[in-house]
T-cell receptor, first 110, second 115 residues
Framework: GQNIDQPTEMTATEGAIVQINCTYQ??????LFWYQQHAGEAPTFLSY????GLEEKGRFSSFLSRSKGYSYLLLKELQMKDSASYLC???????????FGPGTRLSVLP | DTAVSQTPKYLVTQMGNDKSIKCEQN?????MYWYKQDSKKFLKIMFS???????INETVPNRFSPKSPDKAHLNLHINSLELGDSAVYFC??????????????FGPGTRLLVL
């Protein structure tokens, strides 16, 4: 079966660092994606991991451990505009099945 | 230039009607998808098309039918609309290169409200 789990909501302060965790159990694994979705808008791509380790992209980093079925998204120097939902998604078989987690709603407070 | 476009952006209709949502991508991708995002914001895949072949069909009622006239288009036709069909429908596209699933690019969404 397919199961992806993320915390429902998180709150952090402007300028701080926040880590959003994602655990997954899928029938195959072909990559893990993180997307950002602002209210009323489409999801936009943030990062992609297919091998274990850390991928860094400016203020955003994503980590993957395939043996643990675990990933996290790290956001540094938080800004108010980072308030959004963050979606973890797994591609489980040559892109033929793309499963999204429930999303984590992040609120950044001044 | 818009990469993935959908029309209409908003759709308000009566129960029992038939409606279509259009999607076009100009990225040259070989796979297109339809997702439904309900009021709880859960994004669920409905269909995907790769080179004009349906390769995923989740447990979606057969009132929903995807139609792909060519690689750049994947339209969604819905028959006999029901109240529970109210949601945001997103189209997306990606390129599959061998065993690597490349990132999906999403359209702006179509907000469907069934009255």
């Amino acid at each position: 079966g397919q199961n992806i789990d993320q915390p429902t909501e998180m709150t952090a302060t402007e300028g701080a660092i926040v880590q959003i965790n994602c655990t997954y159990q899928t029938s195959g694994f072909n990559g893990l994606f993180w997307y950002q979705q602002h209210a009323g808008e489409a999801p936009t791509f943030l990062s992609y991991n297919v091998l274990d380790g850390l991928e860094e992209k400016g203020r955003f980093s994503s980590f993957l451990s395939r043996s643990k079925g675990y990933s996290y998204l790290l956001l540094k120097e938080l800004q108010m505009k980072d308030s959004a939902s963050y979606l973890c998604a797994v591609s489980d078989n040559y892109g033929q099945n793309f499963v999204f987690g429930p999303g984590t709603r992040l609120s950044v407070l001044p | 230039d818009t990469a993935v476009s959908q029309t209409p952006k908003y759709l308000v209709t009566q129960m029992g009607n038939d409606k279509s949502i259009k999607c076009e991508q100009n990225l040259g991708h070989d796979t297109m998808y339809w997702y439904k995002q309900d009021s709880k914001k859960f994004l669920k895949i409905m269909f995907s098309y790769n080179n004009k072949e349906l390769i995923i069909n989740e447990t979606v009622p057969n009132r929903f039918s995807p139609k792909s006239p060519d690689k750049a288009h994947l339209n969604l036709h819905i028959n006999s609309l029901e109240l529970g069909d109210s949601a945001v429908y997103f189209c997306a596209s990606s390129q599959t290169s061998g065993s690597i699933q490349e990132t999906q690019y999403f359209g702006p969404g179509t907000r469907l409200l069934v009255l």
